[in-house]
């Protein structure tokens, strides 16, 4: 098993929240990346993604950053949705095990990016190259080639691009589609300080309020007394003609009224819903808004370019390190690409809903808004965007199904799956080997984790781990969950072995597994099985 990275350090295009958290991943593996990006240096204009879910928080936690997210930002537990001044429901978010972060924290995209900078300067493997602009990309079996607009050119084994969406160029050197529609209205965003009691820690969202007829407004809390207002406004809107007759004012004091306000930042925004038809090219990873535009309606954008770069690091390093064949590679197409889909289809109904496509679809909006004040299934139909949540891999080509613990697809809004085979390993304090105190997630990513339960015979599960080369351990439950937490949120069952990714999803869960059972499960989470050679990408596929 090697543990010195035998190539040149990964390039990674885009030194956003996306591209920094793939550095620093990588280099929590061993693995140098060097980080190019057309700016000058970093720009610090308005809070941009503000929304930061709980497993992305976990996330930047196993790179030293989490914590501080959440403590510089707003937690929220409560999303309350109003139809014009009556509130229709609240939601309440479930928590399985005990997590190390609240469900939401609220914090500015240009302090996340400060935050994780930092970490970025304490890191020697991770070089940040500003000013450099990507103007062709070569790649070929053996490598990528990225040639600059000042003439340079650097070589490393895999590229990571996490250019943000304006990666048209990027996105046309690779030869990928990026199909989808974009919305004609907009939408004026607008950062406001004011003191306004009782709202800090709720996300409030109201369908036609007096104060904006027969269109939306979201509110979101912030630190520093700061609340993020999203208006719908019609498609012709104007941003400077508003500022200067003064109907800027009126519209902010129908919401703070008389109090003293400060703006600290505004825009105007048109959204997007597309998807790359490919997120993976040879040794190219495409992730982040350069893959995928979603509305900001639910918070997926930035949270789920998180969970790409999740993905593609440990995929990068296992494949690069040799412990895994480059078919692993592949399947980050298939799962982050599975969640794009998922992500453009839970936010199109919900753009749908809030801005009706036609006739029938208006109809059907007035109908279950005046049906909810008193009937809660229409409740239920009512839209305001299914808020962040991790995709879960039931149907990837490295999860192994069972039969006893079968995903039932998408939860209710504001719920979880069942712990199971590609569902996100719930989080629970427990008692490390070394004797110390941790999150159950922060050992799992430390390589493949292998959770035994009662009745299983530790020795023939350890044998049966060196068939898989990299980090693998197997804890026994009874030693690390000695209060039964996790356990209980596993709902685990005697003589079961959970399989856990290095990504803290969950691979597979055997029931009194032989040896044979719990190797072809580590083998196939690894991607080692017969490859397929697909002529059109010249990629590897996993046979399924």
């Given at each position: 098993m090697s543990t010195t990275w035998p190539h040149a350090p990964v390039a990674v295009l885009g030194a956003g929240p996306v591209g920094q958290t793939t550095a620093l991943l990588l280099a929590r593996w061993g693995v140098p990346a060097i980080v190019l990006d057309q700016r000058p240096a970093r720009d610090r204009v308005g809070s941009k993604a503000i929304c930061q879910q709980r497993d992305v928080l976990d996330i930047w936690d196993a790179v030293g950053a989490g914590a501080q997210i959440a403590a510089e930002g707003v937690t929220w537990t409560t999303a309350r949705t109003f139809h014009r001044d009556a509130e229709l429901f609240a939601t309440e978010f479930a928590e399985a095990g005990r997590p190390a972060f609240p469900p939401f924290v609220n914090i500015s995209q240009t302090r996340t990016e400060e935050i994780l900078d930092e970490r970025i300067a304490a890191e020697p493997l991770v070089e940040v190259r500003w000013g450099n602009r990507v103007v062709h990309v070569d790649h070929d079996g053996s490598g990528v080639e990225v040639r600059l607009e000042d003439g340079g050119r650097l070589r490393a084994p895999y590229l990571v691009v996490c250019g943000g969406a304006?990666?048209?160029?990027?996105?046309?050197?690779?030869?990928?589609?990026?199909?989808?529609?974009?919305?004609?209205?907009?939408?004026?965003?607008?950062?406001?300080?004011a003191d306004l009691p009782g709202w800090a820690t709720e996300r409030r969202f109201y369908f036609d309020p007096e104060w904006n007829p027969g269109r939306q407004v979201l509110i979101h809390?912030?630190?520093?007394?700061?609340?993020?207002?999203?208006?719908?406004?019609?498609?012709?809107?104007?941003?400077?003609?508003?500022?200067?007759?003064?109907?800027?004012?009126?519209?902010?004091?129908?919401?703070?009224?008389?109090?003293?306000?400060?703006?600290?930042?505004?825009?105007?925004?048109?959204?997007?819903?597309?998807?790359?038809?490919?997120?993976?090219?040879?040794?190219?990873?495409?992730?982040?808004?350069?893959?995928?535009?979603?509305?900001?309606?639910?918070?997926?954008?930035?949270?789920?370019?998180?969970a790409d770069a999740e993905n593609a690091a440990w995929k990068i390093a296992w494949v690069g390190y040799g412990w895994s064949p480059d078919a692993l590679l592949e399947s980050y197409h298939d799962e982050r690409h599975a969640a794009a889909v998922e992500n453009i289809t839970v936010t199109t109904a919900t753009m749908d809903?809030?801005?009706?496509?036609?006739?029938?679809?208006?109809?059907?909006?007035?109908?279950?808004?005046?049906?909810?004040?008193?009937?809660?299934?229409?409740?239920?139909?009512?839209?305001?965007?299914?808020?962040?949540?991790?995709?879960?891999?039931?149907?990837?080509?490295?999860?192994?199904?069972?039969?006893?613990?079968?995903?039932?697809?998408?939860?209710?809004?504001?719920?979880?799956?069942?712990?199971?085979?590609?569902?996100?390993?719930?989080?629970?304090?427990?008692?490390?080997?070394?004797?110390?105190?941790?999150?159950?997630?922060?050992?799992?990513?430390?390589?493949?984790?292998?959770?035994?339960?009662?009745?299983?015979?530790?020795?023939?599960?350890?044998?049966?781990?060196?068939?898989?080369?990299?980090?693998?351990?197997?804890?026994?439950?009874?030693?690390?969950?000695?209060?039964?937490?996790?356990?209980?949120?596993?709902?685990?069952?005697?003589?079961?072995?959970?399989?856990?990714?290095?990504?803290?999803h969950v691979a597979a869960t055997l029931i009194d597994p032989a040896i044979d059972d719990i190797v072809a499960a580590l083998q196939r989470a690894a991607a080692h099985t017969a490859p397929q050679e697909d002529d059109r990408h010249g990629v590897l596929h996993a046979s399924r």
């Open positions: 304006r990666s048209d160029q990027l996105r046309e050197l690779l030869g990928v589609g990026f199909d989808g529609h974009s919305f004609d209205d907009r939408f004026l965003i607008c950062d406001v300080r809390p912030c630190p520093d007394s700061t609340f993020r207002v999203d208006w719908q406004v019609p498609s012709d809107y104007d941003l400077d003609a508003e500022v200067a007759s003064g109907a800027l004012d009126a519209r902010i004091r129908k919401i703070v009224g008389h109090r003293d306000y400060e703006i600290v930042w505004k825009s105007v925004y048109r959204f997007h819903s597309r998807v790359v038809d490919r997120m993976r090219i040879g040794r190219v990873l495409v992730a982040g808004d350069a893959a995928h535009l979603v509305s900001p309606f639910g918070a997926r954008g930035l949270n789920s370019g998180v809903f809030l801005v009706p496509q036609d006739e029938s679809q208006a109809r059907y909006r007035a109908d279950v808004l005046a049906a909810a004040a008193h009937d809660a299934d229409s409740r239920t139909r009512v839209d305001s965007g299914r808020l962040a949540e991790p995709f879960w891999y039931a149907e990837s080509r490295l999860t192994t199904a069972a039969a006893h613990r079968t995903f039932a697809g998408r939860p209710p809004r504001g719920q979880l799956p069942p712990a199971g085979p590609g569902v996100l390993l719930p989080d629970a304090p427990v008692a490390r080997p070394d004797g110390t105190t941790g999150q159950v997630r922060t050992l799992a990513r430390d390589g493949f984790l292998l959770l035994t339960a009662h009745g299983v015979d530790l020795d023939a599960v350890r044998a049966a781990t060196r068939a898989l080369p990299g980090p693998v351990r197997v804890l026994a439950l009874t030693d690390l969950d000695p209060h039964g937490t996790l356990a209980d949120a596993l709902d685990v069952r005697r003589g079961e072995v959970w399989v856990v990714r290095p990504d803290a």
